[in-house]
């Protein structure tokens, strides 16, 4: 009896020592893009970019994609995604010599945030539709 204890003990720290690392490392993608967001803030016309920071930021809590703040936030795979999505869009409408470091290090922050494995393909490949949905509305109805 005594050793199934320990054993379960030793299970669940295991456990909790694997969840605190997988949020550890979403939280520091989360800062790394956070920090290619102020880079780049300056350097770019923001206005252009009004329709995609207003859908990203429908997804981030109580502040906005130019400046992320709050554990929620940062330990959240879905803000992950969508400052990876704003900074590609970003990146693909700005000319291709500009912000080479910048894009290198969106790429390895994407291949961490994939090592993760936090969503499915499609699941992404969904987002990325229903955001491309969005700006297209947002194109025909500058408006609203």
């Not at 997988?22 to 790394?32: F, G, K, S, T, W």
């Amino acid at each position: 009896m005594y050793q199934n204890r320990q054993v379960a003990l030793s299970l669940e720290r295991q456990h909790n020592k694997k969840i605190r690392h997988y949020y550890r490392v979403l939280a520091d993608i989360n800062l790394e893009l956070a920090k290619l967001h102020k880079n780049i803030e300056v350097k770019i016309n923001k206005e252009a970019y009004k329709h995609i920071t207003e859908f990203v930021n429908q997804y981030i809590s109580y502040t906005t994609v130019w400046n992320i703040k709050f554990i929620y936030n940062l330990e959240s795979p879905e803000v992950a995604l969508m400052q990876i999505f704003h900074l590609e869009y970003i990146f693909r409408h700005e000319p291709e010599a500009r912000f080479m470091k910048e894009r290198r290090i969106l790429q390895e922050q994407k291949e961490r945030f994939d090592s993760l494995k936090p969503y499915t393909k499609e699941h992404v490949q969904l987002r990325k539709q229903r955001m491309v949905e969005y700006l297209n509305e947002k194109e025909k109805n500058p408006t609203r």
